[in-house]
Every structure is written in structure tokens, then in C-alpha cells.
């Protein structure tokens, strides 16, 4: 039985809670055990945070008058991140669907209705955004950027001043600091091996080369054949990172380089059982939905038939991997009495995509072929050339054998798309104390970026519901051939287009002190964008003159002819916030936002040659909180409401139809996170949010739309998840040992905005051991999903409505064991 939990937070209850916090502190100042949790929550209390700061300075974490959430380079690694955006996790009012892999995530924001990529999320490093646009088909931020040793904390927005600062992010930001070298030497080795035969090698360097300059490098090498068997690498890459800082009088210089080249296989909807509602309830028999991947030596290299005497070739291990290079300048100063702050980002290389999607449900072989004969029959040039169809047979592409007639087989699109990238961002700033109690900002945000796509979407494979499946050949006895070594569709969409993007925003903002608790703030950006596309345009053939050659009939080739589209837009939007101190380390705030959302380069492809232009997204958000930090109870809490307007979507069908939606949202909800510490060496932290968003405004562009669907959940975002981490340090004679896990409750979501796709809430077990033996040495044993949870994130977005019996969906990765040893010098 499903049990849905409804939770809201109320601030006058966060409110009690923490003054009791604050008076219990006060009654333990004497005892002992008292002063030393004391010391453990010192490191919170004057924690710094950057992100946000419209000023350019840093700001106590507990000051800060919006919602954010830091994580020291320890605490990212107990939180077992599977990836970049499974580290969102710890952010309140954020869920990652990681099921996919190392990247292509769906990343959701409390209130956002994105439904799928990561509209509302920017990835940072060092404060610059890694990619203006926030996702652009098949490429979010996340899937950009690697974890690893260099990096020194991490800091990450919801909603906030982020709107009118950078690239005037409304959602989520996470925003990575790299170490600069300036805490000290460092070396470190790490070797880490785990499930899947992952072999893992990382390292850091850094320090002090010459008064006043710091040096770092740094980086990783990995080879993994990961949780779902796929007979080769599922990860298999490197990155390098390095820093140089040189320090001012009165500021400092960070220049930074980042090369990554890393391969990471990408994973789609698998067959699952359901009952007679549609609802997902386990195995599809002799598929592991926790092991079992479609990929395989047979399904791994491809070629496709692009058009006549062209072709494509597809190595499915390159996955959607990267080949991306990083360099960048954070500079600080003070001149004139002005606080100066510079961040200059460039980003250049190639990012691909090589995958299986998914579309219907597995039919018997017997089954297919019936259908096979319906459909060619209909066909009036294969009649003619070879009269009507009455049987089939059906062959192992390998050539071992006739496949029988009951076995269970599916078709899983070959889907190749490669985009070359570019982006320069720059946002300088000017602050200054120009009269008593007044800190004014004003700066600017200027970015140029571009993608050059190619994509051939559709190559139908028709394969064994198994894993690591084999191919199948299918012919009827009027010589019509259906299944061409495992081919038995066209490409339906292909694309050769080239865009570019300008951004110029402008952005002034005002910090008033009115006293010593009360400080009040404002800010506005302006911002103009500027997208060019060259479209070359396509049109349907047959790839070869055989009209009995059913497989490669009606496809999509591009013609040689382009079009040219342009679109300018303007926005501007706000932020005003007032933060009130109850006591030092306890403070209340409120902040309006109203943000905005810039159409991309796939909103300005989707309305080439018809009147429709993109529109540009109004974000409009509310916000009460209020944070507190003690001795034994740290507490941040915040209650919202969240409306959207003017967001357009699109979804491609099985059949290659492509549906788009126009529509808006509402949304009311809290978000919590915190810590207590009842003993020394004791923690239990806690993070989580309630949300109740319903669609509004809704229109379908297609007929097949109607407006039924206001009012339902907003796709993919349980109304409800938490997350419990206890841990435990044991102090020894010979260092340490710490114990930790985590506890995550992820409550039901609908895959689909008409929700009819249901999934099903699930709970997971993580947890880990480290051991410090001395300052030299650290031992490391971590798991995920230990308890083997079968949980879904996605279902079938190729499809209206639902199916019983069998459905399509992703379920999360089943357990990972990994371990690893450190040595520093």
C-alpha cells in the first residue's frame, strides 16, 4: 500500500525550534560535552558563502537572506554522489533522476515544471556559469562537468538573487570553488575500485610556489564496467585541472584550465511489469530491471544510412560523453575604494550522444511478424513487385539460428547526435559603500556561445527483451525485407544546424543596513538576447530503389537547402529581499523574485517556418525562512509559492510525431534542512521539501491536446522527499574511524503531464566507512542503494497514456560497492 505524507513546515514552528535551540545552548555553556559540539558547529556559523552575493564579497551562510545549501570537498564525498547532479540530492527542493548514468540527467526544482534535462539548473566553476544556456537538447550543465579531488566546497542556490546575477538563473545554481593552494601544501593519491570492475586512479598537488603564488593540479583516470553489465566501459575517461593564483594588495588572481575526455554510456526506459492500471510493479521476466542494460557486443557499433550512399557510423560506448576544454580567469580587487570582481569563462569541444531510446512495449516474435505482414501489404510498391505477404521468418543476425516464435522482442531506437559547442561568458562588477549604510552594485553579464548540431534520430533496432540482446533479421516470403541485421526503421528525424547566442544583461543592486539586525536588499537585471540559426532543411526518400526493402524506406534526409531564422527578446526582472537578526546566530528573511527564462536554440528550431515565436518564461517567486545555528540543532527552513507562465514544451513520439505544449504552473511548498548533534561525535542531518505544484494555463499546439490537463501534479516532482544522514566519528589512538549513511524517501511522481504514468515512491539505503590512520593515510569503503530498492524515475515519454500488463520505464541503479585508499603528502 502507497502512504502519502504531506508536510509543511510552518515558520513560527522553525521559529520555536530554534530559539529552544539557541536557550539549550545557552543552559550547556558550562558542561564540557556542550563546548565541544560547540566547536563542531563553530565551522558553520562562519561559513562564507559567495554564491549570491550581489556585492562580490562573501557572506556568512547564515546571514545570507535566501536558501542555500554548501557541502565541504568530505561532505561531497559522504554523499556518494553517482554523479554531477546526483549531488543535488543534498539540496532541498531539488530532484536528480540519475537513473540514465554518469550524465543526460533530468534535474527537477521544487515549483519549476520542467520536465525533462535541466531547464532550471546552472552548473558553475568558480563562479561562471560552464554553459550560458542552461540545457540544450541531449546537454544540461551537469553533464559537463566531473567531480574530483580539486575541488574545494560546493555551494548550491534555490531561487535567491541568482536571478539578477550571472546568467540570471531563476532555479537552482551549484556553483563548484576550485582549491587554489593557498590553505597550505597538499598532496594526494587516491586508488579506488568497486562494482563493475571499476578501477578509479586520482591525484592532487598543490601549494605554495613563490611568495604570493600558489600552483595546483589535479585530476582522475577511470575505467568502469558499472552496475548494468554491458560488456564493455560504461565510463572510461580523464580529466585534468589546474590553478594559478597570484595574490594582491587588496585582492587576488585565479587563472584556471580544465581538459575532461570522458565516455559515459547512457541508459533509456527498460521493460517492467505492471498491473492492470499501468502501475509499475517489478521484473520483466529475465530482465533485471537493477543489472540489466540493452547494450551488449552485439548492439554496440552501427551504421546508419543516412541518405543515398551515405552513412553514419555509431560506437554506443561513446555514450554521451565529452570532450570539452576549460579555461578561465576569477579576478578580485579592490580600486578606488571600489570592490572590483571579474569572472571570465571559456568553454570549447565536442559533446555526443550515441544511445538507445526506447519506445513500445516487448510483443512476441510471432506477434511482430503478424504485424510485419499487415503493414507490408498496405505497401502498394511492395505488392507490386512482389505480391502479398503470408509468412515471415525471423533469424539471429549472428547467424546462430531461427528465433522462436514466443520470444519476446523489442524495438529501441539507435539515436546519433554530436554538438560542437562553444561559449565566452564574462561578468564584471563595481561595489562600493557610497553613502552610510548603502553597498551599491551595478555590473554587466555579456556572453557569446554556439552549438553546430548533426543528428539522425529514429535507426529502429528490433532485438531480444533481454540483456545484452541479439539482433534480428526479419523477411516475408513475398521477398520484402523488415529487419536489416537488426535495422528495421529509418532515421525520422534528421539535423544539420548551426546557432549562435548573444547575451547582454545589466544589473544594479542595493545592500541598505538600516540597523543592526535589519538589513534589507534589491536588485535589477536587463537583459537582451540574440539567437541566429542556419536550418538545413529535410525531406523524406528511400534510401535505396528496392521498394521491397521496407527498412530504410521514408527517411529523413537532409536536402541541401537552408533557412535562416532569428529571434531578439527582452527581460528584465527583480529581486528584493530583507534579513532580520533575532539573536547572532539566528535570523529570519523574506525575498520576491521574478525571473525570467531566455527560449534556446531548440525552442527557435521547433518554431522554424511557422508563426509561432518562443516564448520568453515568467518566473515569479515567494519566500519566508529562517536559519539557525547552535550547539546541538542547526535549522534552515523556508515556505514558498512559485508561478510560472509562458513555458513551452515539446515531446517526440515513437512514431517520430512531435507534440508541443504551451502552459504555466502554480506551486506552494517548504523546504527544510539541518542537523542535530545530541552527543559528541554525533550527527543526524536532515534535508527535504513539500511541494503541491498544478498545472495552469494550459493549451496543446497539437489537436490532440486539450486543456484537461490543468490542475494535474507537475510531471516528475514527488509532492514529498526527505533524506536522514546519521554518522558517527570514533576517535582512536591511531586516528579515526566514521561511520555514515543516508536514508532517502522519494514519494510518488507522474512520469507524464497528463498523469496516467505512475511511479511508484521508493526509499533507498546509502552509507560508508572511512578510517584516517594518522595525517598520511585513508581507508574508504562506500555503497548505494544497499538495499537493492527497485525505484523508478522515468517512464515511457515516447507514448500518450499508459499500457498494462508491461510498461517502459527507468529504474535507478541497483547496489555499487566501492573502495578506495588515499595517501597524502
Same mark, same amino acid.
Given at each position: 500500500?502507497?502512504?502519502h505524507y504531506k508536510f509543511v513546515l510552518s515558520n513560527i514552528t522553525i521559529a520555536i525550534l530554534a530559539l ?53 570537498? %568530505? ?17 532541498? #527542493? ?42 540544450? $537538447? ?32 531563476? !532555479? ?33 598537488? #598543490? ?15 577511470? &575505467? ?9 566501459? &560504461? ?96 579576478? &578580485? ?18 559533446v555526443q550522444t550515441n544511445a538507445f531510446f526506447t519506445g513500445g512495449v516487448p510483443q512476441t516474435m510471432n ?44 524495438? /529501441? ?12 561568458? +564574462?561578468?564584471?562588477?563595481? $561595489?562600493?559603500?557610497l553613502i552610510k549604510d548603502h553597498t551599491f552594485t551595478f555590473g554587466t553579464f555579456l556572453a557569446n556561445y $554556439? ?19 541479439? @539482433? ?54 536587463? %537583459? ?74 531548440? +525552442? ?25 545555528? #547552535? ?24 512514431? !517520430? ?35 503541491? !505544484? ?27 522527499? /526527505? ?40 526509499? @533507498? ?29 522515468? !517512464? ?12 517502459? /520505464? ?16
Amino acid at each position: 500500500m502507497q502512504r502519502h505524507y504531506k508536510f509543511v513546515l510552518s515558520n513560527i514552528t522553525i521559529a520555536i525550534l530554534a530559539l529552544s535551540n539557541q536557550a539549550h545552548a545557552q543552559d550547556q555553556s558550562a558542561n564540557p560535552a556542550a563546548l565541544s559540539k560547540s566547536a563542531d558547529s563553530q565551522a558553520e556559523v562562519q561559513q562564507i558563502v559567495v554564491t549570491g552575493s550581489a556585492q562580490g564579497r562573501g557572506i556568512r551562510k547564515i546571514d545570507a537572506p535566501y536558501s542555500i545549501t554548501t557541502a565541504s570537498e %568530505e561532505q561531497i564525498k559522504e554523499a556518494n554522489p553517482l554523479s554531477t547532479a546526483d549531488l543535488f540530492k543534498i539540496v532541498p #527542493g531539488v530532484y536528480a533522476e540519475t537513473s540514465g548514468g554518469q550524465t543526460g540527467p533530468n534535474i527537477e526544482v521544487a515549483g519549476f515544471p520542467g520536465g525533462g534535462d535541466a531547464p532550471y539548473v546552472t552548473i558553475q566553476l568558480n563562479g561562471a556559469p560552464i554553459y550560458p544556456a542552461p540545457t540544450l $537538447s541531449f546537454m544540461d550543465n551537469s553533464s559537463l562537468f566531473r567531480l574530483d579531488d580539486t575541488i574545494d566546497h560546493m555551494e548550491a542556490l534555490v531561487s535567491g538573487p541568482n536571478t539578477v546575477l550571472s546568467n540570471g538563473q531563476p !532555479g537552482a545554481t551549484m556553483n563548484f570553488v576550485l582549491k587554489t593552494g593557498e590553505n597550505g601544501d597538499e598532496g594526494l593519491f587516491r586508488a579506488t575500485v568497486g562494482t563493475g570492475n571499476e578501477r578509479r586512479y586520482d591525484g592532487f598537488l #598543490g601549494g605554495k610556489i613563490s611568495e604570493g603564488w600558489y600552483a595546483t593540479i589535479g585530476g582522475f583516470y577511470r &575505467t568502469d564496467e558499472g552496475v548494468r553489465n554491458s560488456q564493455f566501459p &560504461t565510463d572510461d575517461g580523464y580529466q585534468l585541472t589546474g590553478t594559478l593564483t597570484h595574490k594582491l594588495d587588496e585582492g587576488k588572481i585565479t587563472i584556471y584550465g580544465r581538459t575532461v575526455n570522458d565516455k559515459n554510456l547512457f541508459f533509456t526506459a527498460i521493460p517492467v511489469t505492471a498491473n492492470s492500471a499501468g502501475v509499475p510493479t517489478g521484473a520483466f521476466p529475465g530482465f533485471n530491471p537493477l543489472t540489466g542494460s540493452l547494450y551488449g557486443n552485439e548492439t554496440r557499433f552501427f551504421t546508419l544510412q543516412t541518405g543515398p550512399g551515405q552513412s553514419q557510423n555509431i560506437d554506443m560506448s561513446n555514450g554521451r560523453g565529452i570532450n570539452l576544454h576549460t579555461f578561465g580567469v576569477d579576478f &578580485t580587487q579592490k580600486i578606488s575604494g571600489w570592490d572590483v570582481s571579474n569572472k571570465l569563462n571559456f568553454v570549447s569541444g565536442d559533446v555526443q550522444t550515441n544511445a538507445f531510446f526506447t519506445g513500445g512495449v516487448p510483443q512476441t516474435m510471432n506477434s511482430y511478424i503478424a504485424n510485419a505482414i499487415t503493414n507490408a501489404n498496405k505497401n502498394t510498391a511492395a505488392v507490386a513487385a512482389g505480391g502479398l505477404a503470408t509468412t515471415g521468418s525471423a533469424t539471429y543476425s549472428d547467424g546462430s539460428g531461427t528465433v522462436a516464435g514466443n520470444q519476446q522482442v523489442l524495438d /529501441a531506437g539507435a539515436w546519433y547526435v554530436d554538438k560542437q559547442i562553444r561559449s565566452t561568458t +564574462d561578468e564584471l562588477k563595481f $561595489s562600493k559603500e557610497l553613502i552610510k549604510d548603502h553597498t551599491f552594485t551595478f555590473g554587466t553579464f555579456l556572453a557569446n556561445y $554556439s552549438s553546430h548540431d548533426i543528428w539522425y534520430l529514429g535507426n529502429s533496432t528490433l532485438m531480444t527483451a533481454t540483456t545484452n540482446p541479439k @539482433t534480428i533479421n526479419v523477411a516475408l516470403n513475398n521477398g520484402a525485407i523488415i529487419s536489416n541485421k537488426g535495422n528495421d526503421g529509418p532515421t525520422f528525424y534528421s539535423v544539420n544546424d548551426s546557432y549562435t547566442g548573444q547575451k547582454t544583461a545589466f544589473f544594479v543592486a542595493d545592500q541598505w543596513k538600516i540597523n543592526p539586525a535589519l538589513t534589507l536588499d534589491a536588485g535589477l537585471r536587463s %537583459e537582451r538576447q540574440t539567437i541566429n540559426a542556419t536550418l538545413e532543411n529535410i525531406s523524406s526518400q528511400n534510401i535505396d530503389t528496392n521498394p521491397l526493402h521496407l527498412y530504410n524506406q521514408n527517411t529523413s534526409v537532409l536536402n541541401g537547402t537552408y533557412q535562416s531564422v532569428q529571434q531578439n527578446d527582452n527581460a528584465t526582472s527583480f529581486t528584493v529581499g530583507a534579513g532580520y537578526k533575532l539573536d547572532k546566530d539566528l535570523n529570519i528573511y523574506a525575498r520576491i523574485n521574478s525571473g525570467h527564462l531566455m527560449p534556446q536554440f531548440d +525552442d527557435i528550431r521547433g518554431d522554424a517556418g511557422s508563426s509561432v515565436t518562443a516564448p520568453v518564461q515568467g518566473i515569479h517567486t515567494y519566500e519566508v525562512g529562517i536559519k539557525s545555528v #547552535g550547539p546541538v540543532l542547526s535549522l534552515y527552513g523556508s515556505v514558498f509559492h512559485k508561478v510560472f507562465t509562458g513555458i513551452q514544451d515539446s515531446q517526440i513520439l515513437s512514431s !517520430g510525431q512531435t507534440i508541443w505544449y504551451n502552459y504555466g504552473s502554480v506551486t506552494n511548498g517548504a523546504l527544510f534542512e539541518g542537523a542535530w548533534r545530541p552527543l559528541t561525535n554525533l550527527q543526524l542531518a536532515f534535508s527535504g521539501d513539500y511541494e503541491d !505544484g498544478k498545472y495552469s494555463g494550459f493549451q496543446g499546439i497539437d489537436s490532440s491536446i486539450g486543456h484537461s490537463d490543468n490542475g494535474n501534479q507537475l510531471q516528475r516532482q514527488p509532492k514529498f522527499q /526527505a533524506r536522514l544522514t546519521p554518522s558517527y566519528r570514533v576517535p582512536m589512538d591511531w586516528g579515526s574511524i566514521k561511520l555514515y549513511s543516508t536514508y532517502s524517501y522519494i514519494g510518488q511522481r507522474y512520469s507524464d503531464i497528463q498523469n496516467q504514468q505512475v511511479l511508484p515512491a521508493y526509499h @533507498t539505503l546509502d552509507g560508508g566507512i572511512v578510517a584516517e590512520v594518522g595525517d598520511k593515510l585513508e581507508f574508504r569503503v562506500s555503497g548505494t542503494n544497499l538495499t537493492n530498492t527497485f525505484g523508478l524515475t522515468e !517512464g515511457d515519454n515516447r507514448i500518450l497514456g499508459t499500457t498494462s500488463g508491461v510498461v517502459m /520505464a527507468r529504474p535507478i541503479f541497483g547496489r555499487a560497492i566501492e573502495a578506495s585508499v588515499a595517501y597524502r603528502f
